[in-house]
């Protein structure tokens, strides 16, 4: 089965702690994405990586950080230094001009 | 330059009926336009998409129209069904930027049965 896969599909953190989100596609496509959504809102673009070893930041990278070691794998971590981390967290991967989601992390800090 | 605004934030629509979504952008450099829908607690899914050289684009029920010269596109949803209901994102992006989208705000659509 190909296509985009998100893991956990629930995250509770604590205050101060740091938290890895996993996302892995097997589409074989190089551009990969994370976006953050909140309740009622659009999509906020966090990082996106074009090829393997190298991202940008996008529109709301305080407080994130990002690895591309390999082309299938786009992990994120959510640091301690990212004030308000409850939302829901979308990873992305793009044939080229279409876009594709995985299903989702829910991200909740306690 | 880079805003997608989406209107309406909200929408009712009765079963069988026309369901339309607009979307206005300010950035002439973006040629590729997605429509996205999503059902609470999953992934948008791409639903239809269009790129500047036509006017419009049908796929089942769905049309997207496209007005180059005054820089909006909007989703008509014909014969609206209850199972239509979900939060619906209209995008762009420009090739050139390496596929990044951005994003309207969203319209929740309710259909009643």
């Known amino acids: 089965d190909g296509g985009i896969t998100q893991s956990p599909k629930y995250l509770f953190r604590k205050e101060g702690q740091n938290v890895t989100l996993s996302c892995e596609q097997n589409l074989n496509h190089d551009a990969m994405y994370w976006y953050r959504q909140d309740p009622g809102q659009g999509l906020r673009l966090i990082y996106y990586?074009?090829?393997?070893?190298?991202?940008q930041k996008g529109d709301i990278a305080e407080g994130y950080s990002v690895s591309r070691e390999k082309k299938e794998s786009f992990p994120l971590t959510v640091t301690s230094a990212q004030k308000n981390p409850t939302a829901f967290y979308l990873c992305?991967?793009?044939?080229?001009?279409?876009?594709?989601f995985g299903p989702g992390t829910r991200l909740t800090v306690l | 330059q880079q805003q997608v605004k989406q209107s309406p934030q909200s929408l009712i629509v009765q079963k069988g009926g026309i369901s339309i979504i607009n979307c206005a952008y300010e950035n002439t450099a973006f040629d590729y336009f997605p429509w996205y829908q999503q059902f609470p607690g999953k992934g948008p899914a791409l639903l239809i998409a269009i790129r500047p050289d036509v006017s419009e684009k049908k796929e089942g029920r769905f049309t997207i129209s496209f007005n180059k010269s005054a820089k909006q596109f909007s989703l008509h949803i014909m014969d609206s069904q209850p199972g239509d209901s979900a939060t619906y994102f209209c995008a762009a992006s420009n090739s050139g930027s390496g596929s990044r989208l951005t994003f309207g705000e969203g319209t929740q659509l309710t259909v009643n049965p």
């Open positions: 990586s074009q090829i393997v070893n190298d991202f």
């Open positions: 992305a991967s793009t044939s080229g001009d279409e876009q594709f």
